[in-house]
């Protein structure tokens, strides 16, 4: 079971810059594709990023050119870089395993979340 741990959320103004970790307790981290997710008040999660057991990563459309998802396989943490941040990406951040979840809605993850971190941007 991975039992995720996010960190590094807050209330920052438009335009700042926050970066979040999750950490997570899994023997074959570097096996695994790893997601940021959020979830807005009244809205349904989101896949934000992906990053798979190579390298490789990608992005939902609006968060493109400004956040940066990158793993440390050494310490079993996943981080995401939010550059330029504005009101829409005010939300609860999570981390899952990826097992193949689209940006049009649907969420295919591990059944175990974290806390989450909250993010909260002021216009």
């Known amino acids: 079971q991975v039992q995720p741990v996010e960190s590094g959320g807050g209330l920052v103004q438009a335009g700042g810059s926050l970066r979040l970790s999750c950490a997570a307790s899994v023997i074959n981290f570097r096996a695994l594709n790893m997601g940021w997710y959020r979830q807005a008040p009244g809205k349904q999660r989101e896949l934000v990023a992906v990053?798979?057991?190579?390298?490789?990563?990608n992005y939902r459309d609006s968060v493109k050119g400004r956040f940066t998802i990158s793993r440390d396989n050494a310490k079993n943490t996943v981080y995401l870089q939010m550059n330029s941040l504005k009101s829409e990406d005010t939300a609860v951040y999570s981390c899952n395993v990826d097992l193949g979840s689209t940006y049009n809605g649907r969420l295919r993850t591990l059944p175990n979340w974290g806390q989450g971190t909250q993010v909260t941007v002021s216009s």
């Open positions: 990053i798979s057991m190579s390298g490789s990563t």
